[in-house]
């Protein structure tokens, strides 16, 4: 009102039911308010996750009595907030029923399982299985398996074994990065990722890692990652072969064998080599 007409400050307040005493005052903060608000600062740098109610909870275990609301009046004056963490998106995939293939190395399986050693540092381990013969194809064990190491690794696999038609795995980052990627275009591979929260969908290695966990890694307490490996190599080949496999009637390299022998033999017909449900 004064900035555009030529009213005095006594007659504006009147108009506006303001007093001249509210208008000109101006806060002025106590020592004791900027200790606070300093403290508050310094909580939320050291607890970059907690806002203010947390930092509220801090402060009362430190003897402070302050109002919720003047924690959260301080905390939203030194700009502080804690930043929303987004959702990772998955990629958007059409459902894809879970296929039967008709022979080895036609469906691979991959996905990871998460384990600790008796020292507390986190094992990771790869798990790729071979959904015809149900064969575990390897069981990679390391701290970190980042899609380069996982690229790398499957063309060693192929060097003996040779490559499947198509790999299934979930949408992690080291199945949906640029380098399993480009390892599968050159080879001629293709990567079908299931969908988002759909382990059904994958329910061959799914079904593999719960024997995994339960036969290998909830009985045993690994002392190292090289003793973890020795450990997990050993229950792998009896896994292949010596443990006959329940919806195969016989070990997965006996199966794998059979198969073997009755496509060198077509005449042979009399052994049915039709997998059941995965079991």
Not at 35 to 53: M, P
Not at 156 to 176: A, H, S
Request: net charge positive; hydrophobic share 35%; charged share 30%.
């Amino acid at each position: 009102m004064r900035a555009k007409t030529s009213i005095s400050e006594r007659r504006a307040c009147q108009l506006v039911g303001l007093s001249r005493s509210v208008m000109q005052y101006e806060p002025v903060r106590s020592e004791q308010t900027e200790a606070l608000r300093a403290r508050i600062v310094d909580l939320a740098h050291e607890r970059r996750r907690f806002g203010y109610r947390r930092i509220q909870m801090m402060l009362r275990r430190e003897g402070v009595s302050v109002n919720h609301k003047r924690t959260y009046r301080l905390y939203r004056e030194a700009g502080l907030a804690v930043r929303k963490r987004k959702k990772r998106q998955g990629l958007a995939v059409p459902r894809i029923p879970l296929d039967q293939p008709r022979g080895p190395n036609e469906i691979w399986s991959m996905d990871f399982v998460f384990d600790a050693m008796a020292n507390g540092k986190r094992i990771k381990c790869l798990t790729i299985v071979d959904d015809y013969s149900r064969e575990a194809v390897d069981i990679l064990v390391d701290r970190g398996i980042s899609g380069h190491y996982v690229a790398r690794r499957l063309s060693e696999i192929g060097r003996f074994r040779g490559l499947p038609l198509t790999i299934r795995t979930d949408q992690g980052p080291e199945f949906t990065g640029n380098a399993l990627d480009q390892w599968a275009t050159h080879h001629g591979v293709q990567i079908r990722l299931i969908q988002p929260g759909k382990p059904t969908q994958n329910a061959f290695i799914e079904s593999f890692n719960g024997k995994f966990r339960d036969e290998c890694l909830n009985e045993h307490w690994f002392r190292s990652l090289a003793h973890a490996r020795e450990v997990i190599n050993s229950w792998r080949q009896d896994y292949n072969e010596v443990r006959p496999h329940s919806s195969l009637g016989m070990t997965p390299s006996e199966f794998a064998a059979h198969h073997r022998a009755a496509k060198r033999s077509p005449a042979t017909g009399d052994l049915n080599l039709e997998t059941k449900d995965f079991n």
